[in-house]
């Protein structure tokens, strides 16, 4: 089955909200074996959303449109349905009822607008909302000569996603021409996406028409989709099997999950599995190491806390750095991101202490030490060690990048793959 995406309103054309509903129903779309061939976006202009409906009911088996259903002058889909279906629209008394007792419940007087919130085109089923008053609408019929499926959402995403989960995936899943796709995600850190890939080599003896890999960056790591499109489960079960088992061995270390797995998870995981606490010394991140690390439910069993000494005063008189230390390398050096480490662990009484310390940009940045320059140090009870990296020349991916970086030196050594030879002993 092809499927064809339109997210309507002016508000995503100019930038105002980000369209995360077409990634969202591309991912789940994708998942069910239907193949999205084209996503549009079009502003709140009826003839714009009637041409661009058209040439997806002509060109696809699936169209799905999003927003446009509220109760405002500008959520004209319903009436773009109607027109383009010729079909009516009528009051649907007992969804006009939900709406009110919608309302009511919530101690709040109905809208006057709120109407028309139970107005549907003749023809379409109603799909219920679990989330919000607007339900979707649902087409299953003959247009352009052919069988064709028309969902209709709201654009509010967690009201798009509640509806698609409950009541257009298992339509869609009842369809003969709808094949269930295997997928299975590997999470690394620590490598960057060409690396990962030298590193992986040559897999075409595994890949194919029936299997095939993704690689998905971002600044927490790469993510690698595995996708299995045969029709038997257990062969594609088994094509994926042996795909990862490739990668974990080539890739090595730097797989550390699999799924929604992220890195300041596992590396929770770890610190708890160990029994260790951990404190961060912050200068060029800002405190988002330990934002980071407190996301995760539970973190108060291994975090204590942060000393953000983003200035050389606070580094020397919260973290005991030696000003000529300072004075001598600069403060974003090794000898300072050792202190910090094994200062902010002093500071706090912890078993690990981690730091940063860089020059994220735009300016600061020297011929010896370019923007995206970065020492990160790491202290435990047995010794302490720092290392540098350089990144890019944008400040707000730099921080994520330093951050990334930084708890990645943290599991590694938790995991006994750090290189002895840079370490320092206590």
């Known amino acids: 089955m092809n499927a064809h995406l339109l997210t309507i309103g002016d508000e995503l054309l100019i930038g105002q909200t980000t369209n995360t509903n077409a990634a969202w129903l591309g991912e789940r779309l994708s998942r069910l074996g239907v193949q999205v061939e084209r996503t549009v976006t079009v502003g709140d202009d009826p003839d714009t959303m ?15 449109l999003t927003g446009g259903l509220g109760p405002t002058h500008d959520d004209v889909t319903r009436q773009v349905l109607a027109d383009y279906f010729e079909a009516p629209l009528r009051t649907d008394d007992e969804i006009l009822d939900r709406i009110r007792r919608y309302y009511e419940r919530r101690g709040r007087q109905m809208p006057r607008s709120a109407p028309a919130l139970a107005q549907v085109p003749e023809g379409f089923e109603t799909l219920d909302n679990p989330v919000g008053a607007a339900v979707g609408l649902w087409f299953s019929g003959t247009l352009e000569g052919a069988d064709r499926l028309v969902a209709v959402l709201p654009g509010i995403p967690q009201e798009m996603n509640g509806i698609f989960e409950s009541a257009v995936e298992p339509r869609l899943r009842a369809e003969e021409d709808v094949h ?27 890949l194919g028409e029936e299997l095939g890999l993704a690689y998905l960056p971002s600044t927490s790591g790469v993510r690698l989709r595995l996708t299995a499109t045969n029709g038997d489960t257990a062969a594609a079960q088994n094509q994926l099997d042996r795909l990862e088992a490739r990668i974990r061995e080539r890739a ?6 699999t799924g929604d797995a992220e890195l300041e998870e596992v590396l929770g995981r770890r610190l708890r599995a160990a029994g260790r606490t951990i404190a961060s010394a912050e200068s060029a991140t800002g405190g988002l190491i330990g934002h980071r690390l407190t996301g995760v439910s539970g973190s108060s069993a291994y975090y204590e806390g942060s000393v953000v000494a983003y200035a050389n005063r606070i580094k020397r008189s919260v973290l005991g750095v030696r000003a000529d230390a300072i004075e001598e390398h600069g403060a974003v050096s090794e000898p300072v991101a050792l202190q910090m480490a094994g200062g902010v662990r002093e500071a706090l009484d912890v078993d690990v202490g981690v730091a940063t310390t860089g020059i994220a940009g735009p300016t600061g940045g020297t011929e010896e030490k370019p923007v995206g320059t970065v020492w990160l140090g790491y202290a435990d009870g047995v ?37 002895e030879d840079d370490w320092i002993p206590r």
């Open 50 to 64: 009637r041409d661009e409906l058209g040439r997806a009911v002509r060109q696809a088996r699936l169209t799905v």
């Open 252 to 257: 090595g270390a730097h797989v550390i999950g």
């Open 383 to 419: 010794g302490a060690r720092a290392v540098r990296r350089q990144f890019v020349e944008d400040r707000t991916l730099n921080k994520e990048l330093f951050a990334t970086a930084a708890l990645d030196l943290v599991r590694r050594r938790l995991e006994e793959r750090t290189d």
């Open 180 to 206: 269930a796709v295997a997928h299975r995600t590997l999470v690394t850190s620590g490598i960057g996406e060409s690396a990962l890939q030298e590193r992986l080599g040559d897999l075409s003896d595994l």
